[in-house]
Structure formats: structure tokens, C-alpha cells
């Protein structure tokens, strides 16, 4: 293993539901990548939030109220939680003789724990939850952003010019058999269009299914080939320029057609 690859850390934001499937996911990227894992588990501000108003109470079971639904109680609760995703994530890192390390911290500590050479991998439901909060994180430039979908389409690519993400698109791609949809994104058309020229020369070796010049402005996402917005993708890899601009929209393309269905009829799941 060289210095290079010993340097990268893989940021793991979790939440209250890291099923085995995601964690077991988390490890394999991991092992592919030659890279140790840091778990980060995230407070849920929504519960949170919800248990600060008055008139929020605990519903068993049955449909009886139980006492207050009070934030220290929550904290309790998601603390739980985050020591059994520990335990669980420790178990599989081990098992590949993979070094993890693990902790719990609120969402504005999120950019300060990131290194120069990390990224962020989130499930497309923490991608959301994030996406749609008041103040969503500020992402850096130079941070890439993995998102982990729930069907089995492509890797979605969005390349905004930082060739650190056309590295780690190869090194998750190779080997994996699938194709690569490529997205190249500038303040230009022009631009757009020499993004999508480099990236295709940096992964000529690879299954690119289709690519698409386009610009920030707008939904550059509507570009995107409609059966790919059917499907949904497998994985997505975002530029840190671009990931705050279209977290929301990855995170719903990630979650597979059935959320993106009810999303379209303006039936959003609550």
C-alpha cells in the first residue's frame, strides 16, 4: 500500500438507520479503494427539533402517548444507536483488516473533520436530510461527495474541473463492470464542453455510457438521458464545486425510481 493511498480517508455520514446493506457497502468501497474508514454519525436535527416542541409526546406501540418527547431524551436515544452502527461497522472493518475509526458529532462539525485528500461518502437518504436543511453544510471546492443509490443503474460522474474526482472515479469504476454516465458542468458552454473532453481522455479506458456538456444554470440535471432518470443510479461521484448546488436532485435520482415517482405526482413520502 503506498503513502498515497495510506493518506485517504473515506468520510461516513450516518445516521439513525445504517442498515448492514449500507455499512456492508461502506466497508466494500473501502477495501476497493485501499482506504481506512471514519464513520461520522450525525445528530438528527429533525427529531431534534421535534422534540423541543410542546406538544410532541412518544406514541407506543399500541397508540398510547407516553411521556414527553424531550431532545435530551433523543440525544439518549440516537446515542444508542450510533454505538450499535459502531459496533456493527467495527465488526465488518475488521473482518477486511480495514482501520476505522468512529465518531459522533453535530452537523456544522461535518467540514471541519475532512482532510485534504478525504471524501464524503452519504446514503441518498442522509444526502437529503442534509440537502434540506435551513443551513445546508457549506461544502469545500475540493471536497468530493459520494452518493450511495439504492438501484442498480450507473455511476453518475459530475465533473466540474477537479481532476481529484476523475482519480476516484477510477479507482471505484475499475474493475466493477458498470458504465459511467459522465456530466461535465462549467459557468460556459464551452467550458462544459472541454471538461467533458478532459474527462473522457482520463477515463478512455472505461464503459462511458453517455455524457452531457452543460452549464450551472438551470437544472443541469434535465440533461441527463430520460432513462437514466427512470432507473436512478447506483452510485453517484460529485465535484465539491458542485455538490452543493445538486445534492437534493442526486439524492432523489439515488433513491430509485419508486421515491422519484411520488416525488413527480407531488405525493413527497412523509
Partial sequence: MTDTHRSRRLIAVLGAEPGVGSLERIVGLAERLRCEIHAA???DLALLWSAALPFTRWVGISGASEPAFEPAAVRRALRLMAEDARLRL???????????????????????LVGERDF????????????????????????????????????????????????????????SGGEILLLALAADPETARDRLR????????????????????????????????????????????????LLAAVAELAHGPRVRSAI???????
Fill in 90 to 112: 467495527a465488526e465488518l472493518a475488521r473482518g477486511r483488516r480495514l482501520h476505522c475509526s468512529f465518531t459522533f458529532l453535530a452537523v456544522g462539525e461535518l467540514v471541519s
Fill in 198 to 245: 478532459e474527462a473522457r481522455a482520463a477515463l478512455d479506458d472505461l464503459p462511458i455510457g453517455g455524457d452531457v456538456a452543460a452549464t450551472f444554470d438551470g437544472d443541469p440535471l434535465k440533461r441527463l438521458p430520460p432513462d437514466l432518470i427512470q432507473r436512478g443510479v447506483g452510485l453517484a461521484i460529485l465535484d465539491g464545486a458542485a455538490a452543493g448546488r
Fill in 264 to 270: 413527480g405526482d407531488g405525493n413527497r413520502p412523509q
Fill in 41 to 43: 454519525f450525525l445528530e
Fill in 120 to 175: 464524503l461518502l452519504l446514503t441518498a437518504a442522509r444526502a437529503a436530510q442534509l440537502a434540506a436543511l435551513p443551513r445546508p453544510p457549506a461544502f469545500p471546492a475540493s471536497l468530493p461527495v459520494v452518493l450511495l443509490g439504492t438501484s442498480r443503474g450507473p455511476l453518475l460522474l459530475v465533473y466540474a474541473g477537479d481532476p481529484r474526482v476523475l482519480e476516484l472515479a477510477r479507482d471505484i469504476a475499475r474493475g
